[in-house]
DNA sequence: CTTGACACTGACTATATAGTCAGTAATAAT
DNA sequence: ATTATTACTGACTATATAGTCAGTGTCAAG
C-alpha cells in the first residue's frame, strides 16, 4: 500500500525541515541539524530518512559534500510551494518569426524573496471595469511617485484597497472602475503603497 | 574614492561565482570551491574576499558553518538579479475592507525554477487588440488541453508566436487581435505550447 | 511465522571545511 | 614618506560534518 508518493509523518517532516532551513539560513541543514529536529541521537536515522526521500526523488543529496542536500522540482510539489516566475522567454504576436535560437532565456526572476514587488488577490468587483476581478492576483510594485490614472494598493491605517488613482485639478481621490462604488476621497492618513504592474490569472480581454 | 557599493573585478567574480554556486548546486561552496574558482592556493585570500563583500552587506557568513554563506538582498541587486515575486498579499476592490490582520499571506511565489510557467515577452502588435502590446512580458503556462477563447503560445516547427485560439464549427485557428494581420490555420507540424495567464508591464486600460 | 519496510541507538572513523598565523607585494591615498 | 587597501602565499590546526558498522524493536503483509 506504501505508494512512492505518499510520505510518512517523519518524512514529510525531514522534507519540511530542509526546506524551511534553506530559506531562513540560505543553505541546507547538517546531519546534525536533522538529527537535533529529529529529536534521534543517531547519523544513521537521518541518513534513513535522507535516503528513502532521495529514492523518493524529491531531494538529491551529494555524498561527501557537507549541507549537500537539494530539493527537487517533485519535492517542492509535495511540500505545495507554488512554483511561479522562472526564466523569460521571448517571441511572439507577431506572426512567426523568431526561431527557437533566437530565444534569449534572461532571467526576470529566479525570484528572490523582496518586499519590492509582491502580489495582492483581488476582492470584490469595485475595479471590475479595469478587468481586476474577484479572485485576480495583482502584482504589485511598491512605489514612492505615482500618476495620474495608474491603478494603486492604497492603504486607510490598517486597511486596504486598490483603486485608480485620480488627480483632477490638484485634487486626487481613489477611483473604483465600477459605477455601482463611490469615489473615495484621499485622507492625511491614508498612504499609496505601490502600483499595479501586471495581472496574474482572470480573463483576459 | 573606494565607494562601498562598487565592486572590484575580482570581489564580482567572487559575489557572482557564490551565486551560479547556489543556483546550480543549491547550495553555497566551500573555501576549497571558491579557491579553486579564483585560483589562488590559499584560504585567506578567500577570506578577505568574503570579508570585504560581508563589509558591504552583499552577503552574510556565518562562522564555524560549512558553506554558511548567504546572499544579502542588496547582493542580488548588485548581481543585477531581478526580483519577483514574493508573498502572496491579498485584499482589495472592495471598499477599505480588510484589516492587515486578516491579511493572510500566502506563499505564491518563492518562485523556484520551473519549466510550467515562464514569462515570454511580447514582440510586435499583432496581439494589441487583447492589452498585448510591444515589450510586454506575458506569463505562459504549459498545458496539454486549450479552449476556445484562450491565448496560446504556439510553435510552429522552431518558430513561435502568440495568438487567440479559435475554434469555429471544429475548425480551429490562430486569431491576431489586430485587423492588419491574417489568421493562421493550424498546421499538422503546429503545437500548442501553453496558454497566457498572466501579464506584467504594460498599459493597463 | 517469516519477511521486509520503517524507525531508530551508540560508538566509532574519515575527511571535508573553516580558520589561523605570519608574512609579501603592488598600488593608491594622505 | 608613510599609511591603508587590495590581493595574495604557505604551512599549519581545529572542528564541523559526513559516513560506517552492528545492532534493536515495531508493525503490517504474504
Do not use: C
Request: glycine letters at 8%.
Amino acid at each position: 500500500m506504501s505508494s512512492l508518493n505518499v510520505l510518512t509523518k517523519r518524512q514529510e517532516q525531514v522534507l519540511k525541515f530542509i526546506y524551511t532551513s534553506i530559506k531562513s539560513s540560505g543553505y541546507p541543514p547538517t546531519l546534525a541539524d536533522l538529527r537535533e529536529e529529529l529529536d534521534v541521537s543517531s547519523n544513521q536515522a537521518v541518513l534513513d530518512f535522507l535516503k528513502i526521500l532521495e529514492n523518493k526523488k524529491l531531494i538529491k543529496k551529494e555524498e561527501g559534500a557537507a549541507r549537500g542536500l537539494k530539493i527537487l522540482k517533485k519535492g517542492f510539489e509535495v511540500l505545495g510551494v507554488k512554483t511561479l516566475i522562472p526564466s523569460l522567454g521571448i517571441v511572439a504576436a507577431g506572426p512567426f518569426k523568431y526561431s527557437m535560437e533566437d530565444l534569449e532565456w534572461k532571467e526576470f526572476g529566479d525570484a528572490k524573496i523582496t518586499d519590492d514587488i509582491f502580489l495582492a488577490k483581488i476582492s470584490g468587483d469595485s475595479m471590475i471595469g479595469a478587468g481586476l476581478a474577484d479572485g485576480d492576483h495583482v502584482i504589485i510594485q511598491k512605489s514612492q511617485e505615482f500618476r495620474n490614472g495608474e491603478i494603486v494598493l492604497a492603504r486607510d491605517n490598517n486597511e486596504m484597497t486598490i483603486k485608480t488613482l485620480v488627480s483632477d485639478n490638484g485634487r486626487s481621490y481613489l477611483k473604483p472602475e465600477n459605477p455601482k462604488y463611490k469615489n473615495i476621497p484621499i485622507y492625511p492618513e491614508t498612504r499609496l503603497i505601490g502600483k499595479v504592474i501586471g495581472k496574474i490569472g482572470g480573463k483576459r480581454k
